[in-house]
């Protein structure tokens, strides 16, 4: 099977400015975060399951009058509760 070929990549310009990008700097700040590309925040996403949802809880300011006491229930996708 043939790899597969990017069919579009949005300039520096369009990346420096997008959402992606502003939450990465965020991250940076907050939680001293830094990652080389997209697939490096991806896997820290991935390894860092309740830290990354409870950034984006922070991030977003989902509710800045309450913090969360936990992230995750202990279940399995589609069972777990989040919040």
Known sequence: MDSAKIMWTPD???QERSNL???HQ???QHYDLSFEDYE???KWSCDH???FWYSLWQYFAVDESYKPKRILSQGMMP???WF
């Open 12 to 14: 520096k310009s369009l």
């Open 21 to 23: 990008q502003h939450y």
């Open 26 to 28: 965020w991250l940076k």
């Open 40 to 42: 490096g925040m991806w």
């Open 49 to 51: 399951i309740e830290d």
């Open 79 to 81: 069972d777990v509760q």
